[in-house]
């Protein structure tokens, strides 16, 4: 995981026919990964969609939008995967109520980038213990101190 936004409104506002799981609006947490984004309904919302993964290679035209009375958001094209329980297309609307559209679109955009040309993003997370700073990577992890730095 890339990044994670809690407090975020997935709603759909051009949706594909014969389907209910499009319609209202949804509140969840939003979590970015290296090759997909992946919105997870809230528990205390009765909503029959639980979660929605939007694969970076079947998204286009995506957008930030910046309201003056109303929270930033991502706008965008989502197709259908096969088998992936719809057709057609949809468009998206992904509101951040608490903030962070810009820097999730823009990490986001990183993302898809580094995806495309097959050298995916990963997440380092740094922490401090005895002896030193850690750093783990998706590829392994290293002990960085005063006599051996990073």
């Known amino acids: 995981v890339l990044?994670?936004?809690?407090?975020v409104d997935l709603s759909f506002?051009?949706?594909?026919?014969?389907?209910?799981?499009?319609?209202?609006?949804?509140?969840?947490?939003?979590?970015?990964?290296?090759?997909?984004?992946?919105?997870?309904?809230?528990?205390?919302?009765?909503?029959?969609?639980?979660?929605?993964?939007?694969?970076?290679?079947?998204?286009?035209n995506c957008t930030v939008e910046q309201p003056v009375f109303a929270a930033n958001y991502i706008k965008g094209i989502i197709r259908a995967a096969p088998d992936g329980g719809?057709?057609?297309?949809?468009?998206?609307?992904?509101?951040f109520r608490k903030g962070g559209a810009i820097q999730f679109a823009q990490l986001m955009m990183?993302?898809?980038?580094a995806a495309a040309r097959g050298v995916p993003l990963t997440s380092i997370?740094?922490?401090?213990?005895?002896?030193?700073?850690?750093?783990?990577?998706?590829?392994?992890?290293?002990v960085c101190t005063q006599r051996m730095p990073c």
């Open 110 to 113: 990183k993302a898809a980038s």
């Open 13 to 60: 506002p051009q949706q594909p026919g014969g389907s209910n799981l499009f319609s209202g609006t949804k509140r969840g947490t939003l979590f970015l990964t290296s090759y997909r984004v992946i919105f997870v309904t809230s528990h205390s919302v009765s909503d029959p969609m639980f979660s929605f993964m939007m694969p970076f290679d079947l998204m286009s």
């Open 125 to 142: 997370n740094y922490w401090f213990g005895a002896p030193g700073l850690y750093v783990v990577t998706g590829q392994g992890s290293m």
């Open 86 to 95: 719809w057709e057609g297309q949809a468009t998206f609307k992904l509101s």
């Open 3 to 7: 990044q994670q936004c809690q407090d």
